[in-house]
């Protein structure tokens, strides 16, 4: 049978371990969104460069004020569009992302939480007595614990919800101005 400083150390060893797969695997999420975002801001920097130099030649081409006040705000309903598109987009990699580290924190926390707690059991099994009260406030320390992360992994969930509801709301905002821009140029 193991000491209980051996059922500690090796507790702790592995904890170790879980800890820096966790950040291993966290680091490796995020760089991949970081890389998503980045693509994402390269093509749409490519399109509206293009787009941009295509909008001037029409502009250029026009005979009159009136034509290229037409050409104008027909250019502004497919932008605001555009812009709404990339807001989605950048919401859906954000949250995309947000999901993938809260479901590998949680399969780490469930998997130390369950771990410790066999870790306490086991230990307290053979305590000697007189330690009923310290093995009770460990294990609600523990359970404290674990409350307070699934009351931060809500407020993160709120917290991503709240910002993808604020892009979609800005990027229907700019869509509705773009679309009176355009329909006061065209009358």
Known sequence: MFSYQDQFSAATKSHFQAQLDLINTLTTKAFEGVEKIVELNLSATKASLEESSAAFKQLAGAKDPQEA???SAAQAQPNAEKVA????????????????FTKAAEAQIADTSRKLSALVDEVSKNAP?????????LKATISNANAGYE?????????????????????????????????????
């Open 129 to 137: 007595p007189g330690t009923e009260n310290m093995v009770s406030l």
């Open 85 to 100: 598109a990339y807001g989605r987009h950048l919401a859906g990699i954000v949250s995309g992302t947000q999901a993938e």
């Open 151 to 187: 009351q931060l992994s809500k407020s993160t969930k709120q917290a991503v919800e709240t910002l993808e509801a604020n892009l979609n709301n800005a990027a229907k905002q700019f869509t509705q101005a773009a679309e009176k821009t355009t329909g006061r140029a065209k009358k």
């Open 69 to 71: 006040l037409s050409l």
